[in-house]
C-alpha cells in the first residue's frame, strides 16, 4: 500500500494567551518529506509507530508534512494557515495514495477555529477525495467532536496516561487501514460526549481512569466493535466542546457505535465522583517529603506545566522546598533564560545573585531571590528514554545552581520532567537524593514511577491546576460538572 504520512499536533491552551501569547509558526518543529522519517522513525510517537508499521509491511510511506508545538496559547490564525497550506501541499504532491494515515492532538483551537482538527480533516477529505481512508491518531486529552467524526474513517486516541502507547495507535492506525483497503472493512465512528472536566488523571495502578478502560475494553472485545476509548478530554481550553468523550468504532454498524460509546460513557459519569483529586499544598507536600521514612520521594507539580501550557518558571514548589532547609534535594527543572545567561556570564564555580523564576506573570508564584553555585553548565540537549522515547531535546544553555542543599536545573526553554535524563545531563544522580522536584502532572511517572519509594503531588494557583473548576468556560455549550452541579447527563 501507499501511504502518506502527515500530522499537526498542539494541545492548546487558550488561557495561557495571558501568560505566553499567542501560538505563532515559528513555535512549531515543522518537518517535510524524508525528515520526518530521519526524526520520528523508531521513537516513541505515534508517527514513529506510523512509520515503524508501513517499513515492517513494506508499504510505500509517503512522508508528507509534519509539525508539532510544544502546548501553549491559541495558535495564532496566519500560522495555522501557514502550516495546513504546506500539510496540503505536501499531500497534494504524494497522491495518488491507498490511505492516509495522520498524527494529531484532538484540542488544537486556532484564533477563529474552535476545532483544528476537523478543520484540518475536512480540508484533508477534500483532497483525496471520499474513497481514501484516513486514519488520525490523538492524545487522549483531545476534545473529541461529532465533527472530528465525520472528518475521519479512523480515530484513534491513545490510552494511557502518561502517554506510553502513542507508538501502538500509530501502528494500530497502519493495521487498520490495511484492513480498510484490504479486507473491506468499514469503521463508522461514533462520539458520545461527556459533560465532564476531568482532572490530569493517571491510568497508573488501580486508578479511576484504569477501571474505565477495563471497560472499554470490555465493549470493545464485542463482535462488530472496532475501537472504543475514554478521551479524558483537555479542561484548559474554553472552547463550545471542552469535555471529557467517548470514540466507539463499529465495522458499518452506526447504531453498535453508538450503543458502545452510550453504554461506556454511562459508566463514566456514574463514577464521576472517583475522579476528583484532593492534593497537598506545596508546604505541606514538602512537609510530607521531609519526614518520609524512605527514599526518593517525588514532589511533583501539575499547576505549572509546560506539558499543558504553563510557563514552566512557576516558583511555589521550588520556594516551598528552599524555604523547609531540605537536605539532598533536587529541583528539575524550572525555565529562566536570564538567570542561565547570569550563571554563564558568572562561570562554573562561581556564586552567582539572581532573581529566579517568575518571569511571565505572578498566578504562578514571584520571583525567588537566591544566592547559587553554579555546578554546571550545558547546551541542554539530550533524548527521552521512558516516554516520547527517542525524542532529542534541546532545551537551550542550561545550568545546574546549588542553593544550600538543594541541586536546581535551570533551562532556558520549558518543557515538563518526563525522565531522570535532564538531571543525568547535569551530573545528578536523583537515585542518590532524598527529594525530588518537578514539574509534571502525570507524565513523570514514566520515568520515575519505578525509582520513587513515595510521589506526592504539591497543587498551587497555576495555568494547569488540578482545579478545574476554578477555569469559566464561558463558551461551554452546556453545564459541566465538577463546575456546574446541576449538569447532566442523558444517554
Not at 140 to 150: K, Q, R, W
Amino acid at each position: 500500500m501507499r501511504i502518506a504520512v502527515a500530522g499537526l499536533s498542539h494541545e492548546t491552551n487558550t488561557y495561557a494567551v495571558a501568560s505566553t501569547g499567542m501560538t505563532t509558526e515559528e513555535r512549531f518543529l515543522a518537518l517535510t518529506g524524508e525528515a520526518i522519517r530521519e526524526r520520528f522513525t523508531g521513537t516513541g510517537w505515534a508517527v514513529g509507530g506510523i512509520l515503524d508499521e508501513c517499513a515492517r509491511r513494506e508499504d510505500d510511506a509517503v512522508p508528507a508534512f509534519f509539525a508539532w508545538a510544544e502546548p501553549s496559547g491559541t495558535i495564532d490564525s496566519a500560522a495555522y494557515a501557514a502550516l495546513k497550506e504546506h500539510l496540503l501541499q505536501a499531500l497534494r504532491a504524494a497522491m495518488p495514495v491507498d490511505a492516509v494515515a495522520l498524527e494529531l492532538h484532538g484540542a488544537g483551537v486556532v484564533e477563529g477555529i474552535d476545532d483544528l482538527e476537523a478543520d484540518l480533516g475536512g480540508a484533508i477529505r477534500r483532497l483525496v477525495g471520499p474513497d481514501v481512508p484516513i486514519a488520525a491518531t490523538l492524545d487522549l486529552h483531545g476534545n473529541a467532536t461529532p465533527a472530528m467524526a465525520d472528518a475521519y474513517d479512523l480515530l484513534l486516541g491513545c490510552h494511557l496516561y502518561p502517554h506510553t502507547d502513542l507508538y501502538d495507535r500509530g501502528v494500530e492506525a497502519v493495521e487498520l487501514l490495511h484492513r480498510v483497503v484490504e479486507e473491506g472493512l468499514r469503521p463508522v465512528v461514533h462520539v458520545e460526549q461527556l459533560p465532564i472536566l476531568l482532572p490530569p488523571s493517571t491510568t497508573d495502578g488501580d486508578s479511576p481512569a484504569t477501571r474505565a478502560n477495563q471497560v472499554c475494553a470490555q465493549l470493545e472485545a464485542r463482535p462488530g466493535v472496532i475501537d472504543c476509548t475514554l478521551m479524558h478530554g483537555f479542561p484548559f481550553t474554553d472552547v463550545p466542546d471542552t469535555g471529557s468523550s467517548i470514540i466507539a468504532i463499529a465495522d458499518g454498524d452506526r447504531g453498535l457505535a453508538s450503543a458502545v460509546g452510550t453504554e461506556a460513557a454511562r459508566w463514566v459519569w456514574a463514577h464521576r465522583e472517583d475522579f476528583r483529586i484532593e492534593n497537598d499544598t506545596p508546604e505541606s507536600a514538602v512537609r510530607r517529603a521531609a519526614n518520609a521514612t524512605s527514599f526518593p520521594v517525588v514532589v511533583n507539580e501539575p499547576s505549572d506545566n509546560p506539558g499543558g501550557g504553563s510557563p514552566g518558571d512557576g516558583t511555589h514548589l521550588l520556594r516551598a522546598m528552599l524555604a523547609a532547609g531540605l537536605s539532598r534535594a533536587c529541583f528539575g527543572f524550572i525555565s529562566d533564560p536570564e538567570v542561565v545567561q547570569a550563571a554563564i556570564g558568572s562561570g562554573v564555580g562561581t556564586r552567582v545573585k539572581v532573581n529566579l523564576g517568575a518571569k511571565h506573570d505572578d498566578l504562578h508564584g514571584l520571583p525567588i531571590p537566591v544566592e547559587g553555585l553554579v555546578r554546571c553548565i550545558t547546551d541542554g540537549r539530550f533524548v527521552l528514554r521512558a516516554m516520547l522515547s527517542g525524542l532529542e531535546l534541546d532545551l537551550g544553555p542550561s545550568c545546574r545552581l546549588t542553593v544550600d542543599d538543594v541541586d536546581i536545573v535551570v533551562t532556558s526553554k520549558p518543557f515538563q520532567t518526563i525522565d531522570p535524563e535532564v538531571f543525568l545531563l547535569h551530573g545528578i544522580d536523583v537515585s542518590r537524593y532524598k527529594v525530588i522536584g518537578l514539574k509534571s502532572s502525570q507524565h513523570f511517572r514514566a520515568g520515575f514511577r519505578d525509582l520513587a519509594s513515595l510521589i506526592v503531588t504539591a497543587d498551587s494557583p497555576g495555568l494547569t491546576t488540578n482545579r478545574v473548576d476554578v477555569f469559566e468556560h464561558v463558551r461551554a455549550r452546556r453545564p459541566l460538572w465538577p463546575i456546574s452541579p446541576e449538569a447532566r447527563y442523558v444517554g
